[in-house]
């Protein structure tokens, strides 16, 4: 079956400006994970829905990113005013409600900024 | 969740059965061990995970020690194309986030 959709799959943007990544998860899948890895670094968990759930918020690293999951399916994280750091490859992954389920996850969006 | 420690590095050949070792000594008894792999610019693929017994599946086996300090993740036969950085992650089942703690990892060479 379909996998963990991320788009695009690559982003170069300007300095200042506002990006929107999206993620579409594997279909019954209620829990839905934003990630981002560094180069050369390791995972960093950014955010955490669950159902209708009040999302875990706790990783994200400033008020410039946010992230919404509409209808419990698709979601979009949202980064204002990027900055240079802010190049990355964001990832997401998606898993049953169990939380002894595995994650499953997409190949990313590799970010630039310029 | 509980630290874990791998090698940074391991080579294998082609054909040979790769172990990867994992130590997880301050594992709690509600944790599990998950295995991911990523290979070069690809997410991370989930493999295997379990609490307490051994498991297989059909990429690869978990075997975790009886007190649970430690597992090793056997691929039976390597191949070329499972060059890739090998995570072993420790998680609560029960944990309200859930999300994966990912580790520096093993890098596995698998030479022809």
């Known amino acids: 079956g379909a996998g963990v959709s991320q788009s695009p799959s690559n982003k170069v943007t300007e300095k200042g400006k506002d990006v929107e990544l999206r993620c579409d998860p594997i279909?019954?899948?209620?829990?839905l994970y934003w990630y981002r890895q560094s180069l050369g670094q390791g995972l960093e968990f950014l955010i955490y829905f669950q159902g209708n759930s009040a999302p875990d918020k706790s990783g994200l690293p400033s008020d410039r990113f946010s992230a919404e999951r509409t209808g419990g399916s698709v979601s979009t994280l949202t980064i204002q005013r990027t900055q240079q750091e802010d190049s990355a490859v964001y990832l997401c992954?998606?898993?049953?409600?169990?939380?002894?389920?595995?994650?499953?996850f997409g190949d990313g969006t590799r970010l630039s900024i310029l | 969740d509980a630290k874990t420690t791998q090698p940074p590095s391991m080579d294998c050949a082609e054909g040979r059965a790769a172990n990867l070792p994992c130590n997880h000594s301050t594992i709690s008894g509600n944790e599990y061990v998950y295995w991911y792999r990523q290979i070069h610019s690809q997410g991370p693929q989930y493999i295997i995970h379990?609490?307490?017994n051994n498991e297989t599946n059909e990429m690869a086996s978990l075997i975790i020690t009886e007190d649970r300090k430690s597992s090793t993740l056997i691929l039976p036969h390597a191949t070329l194309r499972d060059t890739a950085v090998y995570y072993c992650i420790v998680r609560v089942g029960s944990s309200n986030t859930g999300k994966l703690i990912f580790g520096q990892g093993t890098t596995l060479q698998v030479k022809p």
């Open positions: 379990g609490l307490k």
């Open positions: 992954a998606s898993s049953f409600r169990d939380r002894n389920q595995p994650q499953h």
């Open positions: 279909s019954g899948h209620t829990a």
